[in-house]
Every structure is written in structure tokens, then in C-alpha cells.
């Protein structure tokens, strides 16, 4: 009873979304499955997320301890953390068969990720203040197989 993202191509990012609806202020919590998957494969939640498709916000990990939240928008994505560029956390266990990944959306611009219960950083940014939300994977450069299960995906009113 999980949803299973399976990518044959490398460099891919593709997300699904619950329904049409739009939310603001919000905590997403989801349990990921890695099914062994290449390393560079990365996995996350998104919210913000405009009716043009192109316009939101994502919070992603790899197993490699690499994180990023990031701002999608027309053109590269801009990483809000470490400088535009994926960072790197003690905190995120590298090559565990599962992690759970929470983010917070709210309307006064914070952003923040958690992964196992544990705070891994922290932004603001207020480009965008409401839309839908999801689940986003990417399948990395070097990518031989990514193939990832999500499961117990929760939205809440950020409190």
C-alpha cells in the first residue's frame, strides 16, 4: 500500500500530488522507502506547488547524507541552502532502507526540514504562500536504478 516512483532514465524529477486542492501553512510527513536505489537517487516532499506546474517549493534527501530545499521555479532550480547547492548532514543516516521526511510550508516564509524526528535546517523565503502539495523524486546523473516507495503520507495544519 505504498506509492512506488520507479525511474529508467537519469536526471529525471517527477513528483505526483493527492488531489487538486491548495494548502497554505502546512507540515508534511511521509515515510520513504529506498529500495536500494542508486545513491545519487533523491527523495522528498514538495508544497507551494502553482497551478503552472513549474512553481514551488521541495525538500529533498539523498541517501548519501546530501539535502537540499529548494525553490523550483522557470529555468535551474535555486537551492536555498549551503549556497545554491546541495549540503551535507551528520544528522541524515547515509544508506538506510527507510527514512521519514517531514516539512514545514509556512505562510510567514519558514521552511524547514526534518528527517528522522531531527531538525536538519531551516530558510525563508516567501516567493510562493500557498499551493498544492506532494511527494518528488529524482533519479541522479549516474543513476543505474532509482526506485522509491512512499508511504503514510500525512498533511496538518501547521501549528
Same mark, same amino acid.
Given at each position: 500500500?505504498?506509492?512506488?516512483?520507479?525511474?529508467?532514465?537519469?536526471?529525471?524529477?517527477?513528483?505526483?500530488? +493527492?488531489?487538486?486542492?491548495?494548502?497554505?501553512?502546512?507540515?508534511?510527513?511521509?515515510?520513504?522507502?529506498?529500495?536500494? !536505489?542508486? +545513491?545519487?537517487?533523491?527523495?522528498?516532499?514538495?508544497?507551494?506547488?502553482? +497551478?503552472?506546474?513549474?512553481?514551488? %517549493?521541495?525538500?529533498?534527501? *539523498?541517501?548519501?547524507?546530501? %539535502?537540499?530545499?529548494?525553490?523550483?521555479?522557470?529555468? +535551474?532550480?535555486?537551492?536555498?541552502?549551503?549556497?545554491?547547492?546541495?549540503?551535507? !548532514?551528520?544528522?541524515?543516516?547515509?544508506?538506510?532502507?527507510?527514512?521519514?521526511?517531514?516539512?514545514?510550508? @509556512?505562510?510567514?516564509?519558514?521552511?524547514?526540514? %526534518?528527517?528522522?524526528?531531527?531538525?536538519?535546517? !531551516?530558510?525563508?523565503?516567501?516567493? %510562493?504562500? *500557498? @499551493?498544492?502539495? @506532494?511527494?518528488?523524486?529524482?533519479?541522479?546523473?549516474?543513476?543505474? *536504478?532509482?526506485?522509491?516507495?512512499?508511504?503514510?503520507?500525512?498533511?496538518?495544519?501547521?501549528?
Amino acid at each position: 500500500n505504498a506509492l512506488k516512483m520507479i525511474f529508467y532514465t537519469q536526471n529525471l524529477i517527477d513528483w505526483i500530488t +493527492p488531489n487538486e486542492n491548495s494548502y497554505e501553512n502546512v507540515h508534511l510527513e511521509t515515510t520513504v522507502m529506498t529500495n536500494n !536505489s542508486d +545513491p545519487s537517487s533523491g527523495f522528498g516532499l514538495m508544497c507551494n506547488l502553482l +497551478p503552472d506546474d513549474h512553481s514551488y %517549493y521541495y525538500f529533498m534527501i *539523498k541517501s548519501t547524507g546530501e %539535502y537540499a530545499i529548494a525553490l523550483a521555479v522557470a529555468g +535551474p532550480d535555486v537551492f536555498l541552502t549551503n549556497n545554491d547547492h546541495w549540503a551535507t !548532514s551528520d544528522m541524515i543516516t547515509r544508506n538506510a532502507s527507510s527514512y521519514r521526511l517531514c516539512a514545514d510550508c @509556512g505562510s510567514d516564509g519558514v521552511l524547514t526540514l %526534518y528527517v528522522d524526528g531531527q531538525k536538519i535546517d !531551516s530558510v525563508s523565503d516567501s516567493t %510562493y504562500t *500557498k @499551493g498544492r502539495v @506532494g511527494l518528488i523524486a529524482l533519479s541522479g546523473e549516474d543513476a543505474t *536504478k532509482t526506485d522509491i516507495s512512499f508511504d503514510d503520507f500525512l498533511v496538518t495544519t501547521l501549528k
